[in-house]
């Protein structure tokens, strides 16, 4: 079954954009609350034509977001700078994987996939 971004706008899925295909096609990031206080988040993790062409997902929830702005690497001060203020779940898992990457989030990706903008 080929993965599209119809099948993700189904779901529910939301991202930093009003428009899912923008959230994830530019910036890389769309997320859906999978139960109570767990998302799953779907992220870009290469670019081609300005535009990310491989996803892969991860899984993060409430609890696992607060240990990560304690881990000792973190530097939650910086972060804060650099996105203008208070960092929010979910929306500011975006900004966390621009400044630190998403290999240091959400660790390596071993089956990276396309979704097809089905929408256009």
């Known amino acids: 079954m080929e993965n599209t971004l119809t099948k993700y706008i189904e ?4 991202g930093v954009d009003d ?11 769309i997320w859906k609350e999978t139960s109570p206080g767990e998302y799953q988040f779907i992220y870009g993790i290469n ?6 062409s491989f996803f892969d997902y991860s899984f993060m929830s409430i609890k696992d977001w607060e240990e990560l702005l304690q881990e000792s690497w973190f530097d939650l001060k910086a972060v804060e700078s650099f996105s203008g203020g208070e960092l929010s779940f979910p929306y500011d898992v975006h900004t966390v994987l621009q400044y630190y990457g998403y290999e240091n989030i959400f660790g390596g990706s071993y089956y990276p996939s ?3 903008n089905d929408t256009i």
């Not at 899912?20 to 990031?29: H, W």
């Open 114 to 116: 396309e979704i097809v």
């Open 19 to 29: 428009s899912l295909d923008i959230s994830l096609y530019e910036y890389g990031l």
């Open 47 to 52: 670019t081609e034509d300005d535009e990310y």
């Open 11 to 14: 779901e529910g899925y939301t």
